[in-house]
């Protein structure tokens, strides 16, 4: 089977950094997403990596290990604008996403 | 990047209606486009893959029948839930690509509450 594993929630502050950790087991794995979705609004793209190691985009970064089927986002100086639902999404051999549970991100002032 | 539009945004019918979606790829040709269900506070969830002139491929307990979809041209694929149900409510998104390296860019999902 496919799935994919990442915290259902997350609280943190303002301006603090946090990882969101996502952990898959698919069928065939191109690359690893992120995606950031606000309550009620469209997915909206933030990282891919293909390959092994860190991507850089601003605020956001991701990082991936094909070998540990493991890869994370990380967001610093948070914003409460951050505030959303973050999911990892592996990209297989079809070009097919498949989306995780999502985590949620609270952040505080 | 790209933009990918949605219509309606919200739609409210009787049980036992159909509905349909479109969705448009407003500044690139989507040679691809994936409809997605998603249930509140939940991942979402793939239903098809339409390629453009070829018939959608569904994946496993989607209705074919229930969720017919068309990828008439590059810039439009339409969704029309038939008979609609209740437990169809739900939130539809698209999405589109123009080149399987290339990224999906997502519409802003439509709502469907089915009375």
């Known amino acids: 089977g496919q799935s994919l594993e990442q915290p259902s929630e997350v609280t943190a502050v303002e301006g603090a950094i946090v990882q969101i950790n996502c952990t898959y087991q698919?069928?065939?794995?191109?690359?690893l997403s992120w995606y950031q979705q606000h309550d009620g609004g469209a997915p909206t793209f933030l990282s891919y990596?293909?390959?092994?190691g860190l991507e850089e985009t601003g605020r956001f970064s991701s990082f991936l290990s094909r070998s540990d089927s493991y890869g994370y986002l990380l967001l610093q100086e948070l914003q409460m604008k951050d505030s959303a639902s973050y999911f990892c999404?592996?990209?297989?051999?079809?070009?097919?996403?498949?989306f995780g549970q999502g985590t949620e991100l609270s952040v505080k002032p | 990047g790209a933009v990918v539009s949605q219509h309606p945004s919200r739609v409210i019918c009787k049980s036992g209606t159909s509905v349909k979606i479109e969705c448009r790829s407003l500044?690139?040709?989507?040679?691809?486009m994936f409809w997605y269900r998603q249930f509140p506070k939940k991942s979402l969830m793939l239903m098809a893959t339409?390629?453009?002139?070829?018939?959608?491929?569904?994946e496993q307990g989607v209705e074919k029948d229930k969720f017919l979809i068309n990828h008439a041209s590059l810039t439009l694929s339409t969704l029309t839930v038939t008979s609609a149900h209740p437990e169809d409510s739900s939130f539809y998104i698209c999405?589109?690509?123009?080149?399987?390296?290339?990224?999906?860019?997502f519409g802003p999902g439509t709502r469907l509450t089915v009375l």
């Open positions: 999405s589109g690509r123009d080149h399987p390296d290339n990224e999906q860019f």
């Open positions: 999404a592996v990209r297989d051999w079809g070009g097919k996403l498949i």
């Open positions: 500044d690139f040709q989507a040679t691809t």
């Open positions: 990596n293909a390959l092994d």
């Open positions: 698919t069928s065939g794995f191109y690359g």
């Open positions: 339409s390629n453009e002139g070829s018939k959608a491929t569904y």
